[in-house]
């Protein structure tokens, strides 16, 4: 897709803050009729600029109100042991991110669990079983200051 002119921007921070709007009322807030707003957005699915709708939950009232930062290093960092690693994060529904990291550590996890008990059997059970993990090392923030999904435009 080419560069995202005002009006593209404008429906792209509307949907950020609210996902399902309907067309017509998010036409009405970036200023074009509901025909123009539709195919915009639809370009701006079509091309990967929105890559998909989600719903944001309350992890505390599904009972994964704890979140924690794992700190992982491999024994190596060749092809096949990162992507042993990666594949089994994927399989993982308690790592809710993942990333490779340049410095001091390899990896860098978001882990969400009920509390520090089931963590520390998730980071036994599964984490340090992982083939070519090293160590791990848990950080535990004390109070979260922002959280969002909303991209800068």
Not at 21 to 35: R, W
Not at 53 to 77: E, P
Request: net charge positive; proline share 3%; charged share 25%.
């Amino acid at each position: 897709m080419s560069e995202l002119d005002r009006i593209d921007r404008r429906i792209l921070r509307v949907l950020q803050e609210d996902g399902r709007i309907q067309n017509v009322d998010l036409a009405k807030k970036v200023g074009l009729s509901p025909s123009p707003c539709l195919r915009r957005v639809r370009m701006l699915e079509d091309s990967g600029v929105i890559e998909r709708y989600v719903a944001l939950l309350d992890a505390s009232k599904i009972g994964v109100g704890m979140t924690v930062f794992a700190r992982v290093w491999l024994k190596a960092q060749d092809a096949q042991t990162v992507q042993t690693f990666t594949e089994e994060v994927q399989r993982l529904p308690q790592i809710v991110e993942c990333h490779l990291m340049a410095g001091d550590c390899d990896f860098l996890l978001r882990v969400v669990t009920a509390d520090l008990q089931a963590y520390r059997q998730f980071q036994i059970d599964h984490l340090t079983k992982i083939k070519g993990v090293q160590s791990v090392k848990t950080e535990i923030p004390m109070q979260k200051i922002k959280l969002t999904s909303e991209l800068p435009l």
